[in-house]
T-cell receptor
Framework: EAGVVQSPRYKIIEKKQPVAFWCNPI?????LYWYRQNLGQGPELLIR????????DSQLPKDRFSAERLKGVDSTLKIQPAELGDSAVYLC?????????????FGPGTRLTVL | AQKITQTQPGMFVQEKEAVTLDCTYD???????LFWYKQPSSGEMIFLIY??????QNATEGRYSLNFQKARKSANLVISASQLGDSAMYFC????????????FGKGTMLLVSP
């Protein structure tokens, strides 16, 4: 069974440029998460989808970040314009449900560097 | 609100020895789940072990066991017979009923296993 796929793995851009990350969750997983992991920190949730609906985006900086999950499968996270402080690893995860124990499977992440 | 504290930035252990990684948590949820993830240098978060707050016994998964002390709000990970491949970052995380599907992570502990 294929795991969570993310692309690109690495991205270097200059500040004020736009950038987009793509995630393909495990087949059949209806819940999809985007996390941001700053250097030396644990991941922090940006947004959670149940199918195509964003049910928790309280931590998403909506002035520059946007996300979509068309047809409830793949998802794209966009930053426009990027700032120096956006340098981090962006992790996508998926799970079958949302109970207390629902293992989240993580992708390899996209490491973003903003110059 | 939920909080995870990992007080050990780094730990060293020799191959074949056991090591304990500390984790304390704070939550007002009566029911919650505790997780440990491993993050090697490749970046992917790998699920290791889960403990439910009402589980009667401490969780075990192969060489991993969770020393759960509910009254002390601690959920330490014990790795027995360390292997070189265990060198990685280890994150403790939790999810409570009120937090729904959101995982709250600690800052992590870097484990280095020496020959």
């Amino acid at each position: 069974e294929a795991g969570v796929v993310q692309s690109p793995r690495y991205k270097i851009i200059e500040k004020k440029q736009p950038v987009a990350f793509w995630c393909n969750p495990i087949s059949g997983h209806n819940t999809l998460y985007w996390y941001r992991q700053n250097l030396g920190q644990g991941p922090e949730l940006l947004i959670r989808y149940e199918n195509e609906e964003a049910v928790d985006d309280s931590q998403l900086p909506k002035d520059r970040f946007s996300a979509e999950r068309l047809k409830g499968v793949d998802s794209t996270l966009k930053i426009q314009p990027a700032e120096l402080g956006d340098s981090a690893v962006y992790l996508c995860a998926s799970s079958l449900g949302q109970g207390l124990y629902n293992e989240q499977f993580f992708g390899p992440g996209t490491r973003l560097t903003v110059l | 609100a939920q909080k995870i504290t990992q007080t050990q930035p780094g730990m060293f252990v020799q191959e074949k020895e056991a090591v304990t990684l500390d984790c304390t948590y704070d939550t007002s949820d009566p029911s919650y789940g505790l997780f440990w993830y491993k993050q090697p240098s490749s970046g992917e978060m790998i699920f290791l072990i889960y403990q439910g707050s009402y589980d009667q016994q401490n969780a075990t998964e192969g060489r991993y066991s969770l020393n759960f002390q509910k009254a002390r709000k601690s959920a330490n990970l014990v790795i027995s017979a360390s292997q070189l491949g265990d060198s990685a970052m280890y994150f403790c995380a939790m999810r409570g009923n009120s937090g729904y599907s959101t995982l709250t992570f600690g800052k992590g502990t870097m484990l280095l296993v020496s020959p």
